[in-house]
């Protein structure tokens, strides 16, 4: 038999389709935190933001309201008002991005959060798919 090993894998490379490479594109921030006293820093909250593409004082208010605690944001770093680890605040950072950044229907993070009427929209830049998440 005849089996040329290198031909079949150039095809399969071809029909990988092209939009599975840009999902690689994405990639979760990772946080840079640092517990002070009693309080906890994360120095790159600016940057984390943006690449979410979301506004800081929206992502601050979510920080806030999931760990109970008073934040501020000072210059680039958000302060919260109590201890946590790095790892904590990653999961509730990924928690975030899994319900209010993906698109629920391609599942691309090229989206924007919109309110109307006091209901939350995800609207994707991908699909152009609206859809009411809940309440941050
Ligand atoms: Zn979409």
Excluded: H, W
Excluded at 12 to 29: D, G, L, S, T, V
Excluded at 93 to 117: H, M, Q
């Amino acid at each position: 038999m005849n089996f040329d090993y290198e031909s079949l894998l150039k095809k399969a490379m071809e029909k990988i389709p092209k939009n599975k490479e840009n999902k690689k594109r994405f990639q979760i921030p990772q946080i840079n935190s640092q517990i002070e006293g009693n309080k906890t820093s994360i120095r790159n909250f600016l940057e984390i933001s943006s690449k979410i593409r979301r506004n800081p004082s929206q992502l601050s208010k979510y920080f806030a309201k999931e760990f109970a605690v008073p934040v501020s944001i000072k210059g680039n770093t958000l302060i919260l008002q109590k201890k946590n680890s790095r790892e904590t605040l990653q999961n509730k950072f990924e928690d975030y991005i899994k319900n209010f950044v993906y698109c629920k229907v391609c599942n691309e993070p090229d989206t924007i959060l919109d309110k109307e009427d006091r209901i939350l929209f995800i609207k994707c830049d991908a699909c152009g798919a609206k859809t009411a998440t809940k309440k941050i």
